[in-house]
DNA sequence: GTCTATACCCTGATAGAC
DNA sequence: GTCTATCAGGGTATAGAC
């Protein structure tokens, strides 16, 4: 961010952030397929050739965005775990704790940010499932530091189950909270139910999810899985990526 | 097992179980963005209007594409569910049942049919995060009678919680099935786990998933939400969020 | 370095000739 | 029914103006 100190045009520095909140309310209202970079950069009042001078792609653009957003949410999950464990004096936290700062702290906050909050999360949760270099590389960067830490705290909360089953559980709770959140909005349309009351969905989601997560997170362990004793020999080159 | 009985005209009928069966190909190896119709007609070897004649629009080839995996996957769901409820002759099923006739003859179809049929289960899996007219046709049309069925089974199986509750573990379930199975693919990438043996992941994705959907379908009730016939408001008369 | 104007190629879709 | 020609719109790369 290099200050520079332009005194009467402010487009030198506006253009970026001009560019960057357009963006972020036409990937919202459209998606990332629905938005083009034309309408992008008309809406920020700059030129087609703007956006990828300073983005270099569509692509890359849509990255920054949820880049900026995940940024604020993994800061804040950050802090409410900081928070947690400093309470518990290093005692290992509760599942509904830990379960709470991470999921609580999304869904908490993609409500309190109204539709486009929601319409963010679909996004999120759209790009969690789509396998390619993308995830790699906004995941891995952006998330992988706040998982390494939730993971740990709920190795510690559940040290009877194997790590694997946890790390598979919280990839199952994903999925659980990315629906729930897409939800919301779809859940009326396949489902003709008979209570025609859908506002206090909304707060009466974040019980309704936590209820499941934990049930889901604490469950039984599944009869074939809990033999990690066959091969005890771990760490066989740790973790040596040999895929062609 | 297509015998082309026909020898000098078999474009007649053939052309659009070609274009077909060449977009099913392609959507599963592109997805949906990814594919083109120009390569579909391609490979069908069939002009690019003709995809258009016979179908419309790419999202209609593409709908029809998913229609006819789905009705397949459906009517096996519902023949299971069939078999299980003679078997039970009027006797509840148990909610194990239900869960791994709907969510296991998912999986097991999608893992016989190798990665094509993961691949397929992610469009699905996308396809019902996206809030478009798209789903409402699809799904409500070819989802909707199976769904309603085993809501109905689920229903009966447990009595004691209140159905829209029902309701929502459902579609946290099938979130949570949808990263499941986009997890095969995808969740080595997000996290370094140290253990390396990632082919019996797929033998033991179906017991992991069924005993986390489990755990979360028979999860102790919300506080908040156990109220279902004791008031109609419970005092909360805000209807509309008036978020500024 | 920033930004604009423009051209390039590909996409889905359509009209009209056969 | 099928094909050719053509269209508007998309993302992207580049040349050139400040």
């Known amino acids: 961010m290099g200050a520079t100190?332009?005194?009467a045009t402010a487009d030198n520095r506006d253009t970026r952030e001009r560019i960057l909140d357009a963006a972020e309310?036409?990937?919202?209202?459209?998606?990332?397929?629905?938005a083009s970079m034309r309408q992008i950069t008309g809406d920020a009042g700059v030129n087609l050739a703007a956006g990828h001078y300073h983005f270099g792609s569509k692509e890359d653009l849509f990255k920054t965005v949820l880049y900026r957003r995940l940024r604020l949410?993994?800061?804040?999950?950050?802090?409410?775990?900081?928070?947690l464990e400093s309470k518990a004096d290093g005692a290992p936290l509760k599942p509904s704790q830990i379960v709470d700062a991470f999921f609580g702290t999304l869904l908490r906050t993609a409500i309190a940010h109204g539709p486009r909050g929601r319409t963010f999360l679909r996004l999120i949760g759209r790009t969690l499932t789509e396998p390619s270099e993308?995830?790699?590389?906004?995941?891995?960067?952006?998330?992988?530091?706040?998982?390494?830490?939730?993971?740990?705290?709920?190795?510690?909360?559940l040290p009877e189950v194997p790590r694997e089953e946890i790390v598979w559980r919280f990839h199952?709770?994903?999925?659980a909270t990315s629906y729930a959140i897409a939800g919301v909005d779809t859940l009326r349309l396949v489902?003709?139910?008979?209570?025609?009351?859908?506002?206090?969905?909304?707060?009466?989601l974040l019980?309704?999810?936590?209820?499941?997560?934990?049930?889901?997170?604490?469950?039984?362990?599944?009869?074939?899985?809990?033999?990690?004793?066959?091969?005890?020999?771990?760490?066989?080159?740790?973790?040596?990526?040999?895929?062609?």
């Open 5 to 7: 100190s332009q005194t």
């Open 191 to 204: 489902t003709d139910w008979q209570t025609g009351a859908v506002d206090d969905d909304l707060d009466q």
């Open 172 to 175: 199952f709770m994903l999925g």
């Open 134 to 157: 993308f995830i790699a590389t906004v995941l891995s960067k952006e998330f992988a530091p706040v998982l390494e830490r939730y993971k740990a705290a709920l190795f510690r909360a």
């Open 73 to 83: 949410l993994n800061q804040e999950r950050l802090r409410v775990l900081d928070e």
């Open 207 to 244: 019980p309704r999810l936590m209820s499941f997560l934990l049930g889901g997170l604490r469950a039984p362990l599944p009869a074939a899985t809990a033999a990690p004793s066959t091969s005890p020999t771990r760490g066989n080159g740790r973790n040596r990526r040999k895929k062609p």
């Open 25 to 34: 309310a036409v990937f919202m209202a459209c998606g990332y397929d629905g």
